[in-house]
């Protein structure tokens, strides 16, 4: 998908099979089509990006696999907030991926984001090297080396984890640029030792308690019937509105918020 020196060198990493590209989605709902920028993602193309803006990074979940644009989470939040919305996400990506992207643009001589909102992909996918190219390693597409780390020990996908939280918000606590990171998970697997962990590093984490107020919506009501629905999508973007009022009303440094 990109190449070592795309990962530590480019300002944004590139990816090459989606650049300048389109395609048409169809489904038994219906269809839509997406457009990718000239470094392959669904967003503005970084050359127009304004002075003030939000930066944004996550898995499928946060690209808006399955749906129109204007039906993402990314697109709902933009209006609610009137901002422009700079969106990394890509589907099937990891917290390495994610951490290292944002990284690679905010040491760029671009301007920084008013705000960041990352959406943590699941602790159990990695990065690995296939050759000179990097590949996304999932649970539902298991390759030999994701099924090694498997039998190893959970660690190997833990410490990728929370080494991608950690440096990244370590960067924007020095360099003072806000940042709410959200993940989807419930305690069921950010478990109380891995949030003590982030705790130390004065990390919070929102987890998806399953009560209102506190938790993601799931429907898997996309237009794909796997991904959520324009209503799920909407609901996050009202919840992480919420979010960010609260923190800006008691001035409090925002830290990761995985939910």
């Not at 457009?35 to 944004?56: A, M, Q, W």
């Not at 609610?80 to 990284?103: D, H, P, R």
């Not at 990171?181 to 929102?206: A, F, Q, R, W």
């Amino acid at each position: 998908m990109f190449l070592l020196e795309d990962f530590h060198n480019i300002d944004v990493i590139p990816l090459e099979q989606f650049k300048s590209s389109e395609e048409i989605c169809n489904f038994s709902k219906g269809y839509f089509k997406i457009h990718y920028n000239s470094y392959g993602y669904r967003t503005i193309d970084f050359s127009t990006v304004p002075k003030e803006y939000t930066l944004v990074s996550g898995c499928s979940l946060t690209e808006g696999i399955g749906l129109p644009l204007e039906q993402t989470w990314v697109s709902h939040y933009e209006k609610m907030a009137n901002t422009t919305v700079v969106n990394l996400a890509k589907g099937g990506s990891n917290a390495q991926f994610c951490s290292k992207n944002i990284l690679n643009w905010l040491i760029s001589d671009r301007n920084n984001p008013s705000q960041i909102i990352v959406q943590w992909p699941s602790p159990y996918r990695c990065l690995t090297w296939d050759n000179l190219n990097a590949k996304f390693n999932l649970n539902l597409d298991r390759s030999s080396i994701y099924n090694l780390y498997i039998k190893s020990s959970d660690n190997n996908f833990w410490d990728q984890w929370l080494t991608s939280i950690i440096n990244l918000n370590l960067y924007c606590s020095i360099k003072d640029i806000k940042i709410l990171n959200i993940c989807l998970e419930g305690p069921d697997v950010i478990t109380d030792y891995i949030t003590s962990i982030l705790s130390k590093h004065n990390i919070e984490l929102h987890l998806d308690l399953k009560k209102e107020g506190a938790t993601w919506n799931f429907d898997s009501a996309a237009y794909d019937n796997i991904h959520h629905s324009n209503w799920c999508n909407q609901k996050w973007a009202e919840r992480i509105t919420s979010l960010l009022r609260s923190r800006h009303q008691t001035n409090h440094q925002p830290t990761v918020v995985c939910s």
